[in-house]
């Protein structure tokens, strides 16, 4: 997929020509995704732009109408990140099959889908959607009882569901992708998570505390100790992931997400890890050694595989590049030299 910057990932049949369109598609998104078929395949277009905001994957996907089954967990954005997705649709008939039933949408209705469930999904006519993945802390936090809300549909027209409903109408892919503030994008969060809170509460599902704020269990307290003592000792290690962290610990990768976003303070794994990472970056940066060695070789040490990602998240994190940074403790050192003598 193409990215126009760190948050935003864009893929439209328009890189091909149409009689390509759909073989495109299926090469191209099938993989995410499952199975794909459509009736419209001499003439298939679509297009697809992911924005991560405020830990929140909107997805924004539009064109021919399109069926889609997977067997297994969802790989479009990985099940164990997004173990939930809420989907709308904003025009045309919508079919989805899982575990528990099949559920129909008409416009502007929703539904919270399970990423680790197999599913079948099939647009008439067109397919024109906004899909949410929603991250385990984020979950925990707002929808206690996500497991038993799937395949419930939230009707447009009524309480709640209708108010979040117009509110994903009237969001713009193209606005969405030009809010830079992180203030702006935290409250748009808040807003969308409160609402679909509020809506699935009216379903008959009530709302109670999250994880975050009831008592973690001693057990998985010290898990969570245990594997944060393993992140700090291995954040230098570029392959690391959830994956290996669940292997070194004899659980499921969906068990570690479910112990950062219960023990974790609302830090998910990802966000613990890179954490470290960068903690570990601008000691290295602080010390002579380490100011005088190239900015993708702090990278590389302290476990980043990309230099110029480690260079964003730097900048967002500390308001300076890395060389910047080492410059001003440099200039900081100098100073207190001369003051000395």
């Known amino acids: ?31 995410h995704v499952g199975s794909l078929d459509s009736t419209q ?23 021919s109408g399109a069926s889609i089954a997977r067997t297994g967990p969802s790989q479009m954005l990985g099940a164990e990140v997004y173990p939930y997705h809420l989907l709308i649709k904003l025009d045309g008939g919508l079919a989805i099959s899982e575990q528990r039933g099949r559920v129909e949408l008409g416009t502007g209705d929703m539904v919270l889908i399970d990423s680790w469930q197999p599913l079948r999904l ?7 959607s906004w899909t949410l993945g929603l991250p385990e802390a984020v979950v925990n936090r707002w929808l206690p009882h996500a497991d038993q809300s799937t395949d419930l549909r ?18 713009d892919v193209e606005h969405l992708c ?52 393993w992140i700090r000792d291995h954040h230098a290690d570029t392959g690391i992931d959830a994956q290996k962290l669940a292997a070194s610990f ?15 303070r609302g830090m998910t794994f990802l966000e613990t ?17 380490g100011a005088r060695k190239f900015v ?32 001003q403790r440099e200039l900081a050192g100098a100073g207190k030299a001369l003051l000395a003598h």
């Open 41 to 63: 395949r001499t003439d298939f277009q679509q297009e697809l732009t992911i924005v991560d905001t405020a830990g929140l994957a909107f997805m924004r996907v539009h064109g």
């Open 122 to 128: 099939r647009s008439t006519e067109v397919t024109n």
């Open 154 to 171: 939230l009707a447009a027209g009524k309480g709640w569901a209708g108010m979040l409903s117009g509110y994903l109408r009237a969001l």
């Open 178 to 229: 030009s809010i830079r503030s992180p203030a702006e994008r935290q409250l748009l969060g808040e807003h969308l998570m409160s609402m679909l809170s509020f809506a699935l509460e009216q379903n008959g599902l009530a709302a109670r505390p999250g994880a975050l704020g009831e008592r973690v269990s001693p057990r998985d307290g010290d898990l969570h100790a245990r594997m944060r003592r």
């Open 273 to 289: 890890l890179q954490g470290d990472r960068l903690d570990a970056a601008a000691r290295m940066l602080r010390s002579p050694e």
């Open 296 to 327: 993708a070789q702090v990278a590389y040490d302290c476990g980043f595989a990309d230099p110029a990602y480690f260079g964003l998240v730097f900048r967002k994190k500390y308001g300076c590049t890395p060389r910047a940074f080492a410059l």
């Open 250 to 264: 004899n659980v499921s990768v969906r068990y570690v997400h479910k112990v950062f976003a219960k023990a974790g």
């Open 1 to 31: 997929m193409s990215e126009t910057d760190s948050r935003v990932q864009r893929v439209h049949t328009g890189m091909v020509s149409r009689k390509d369109g759909f073989a495109f598609w299926a090469d191209e998104i099938g993989p």
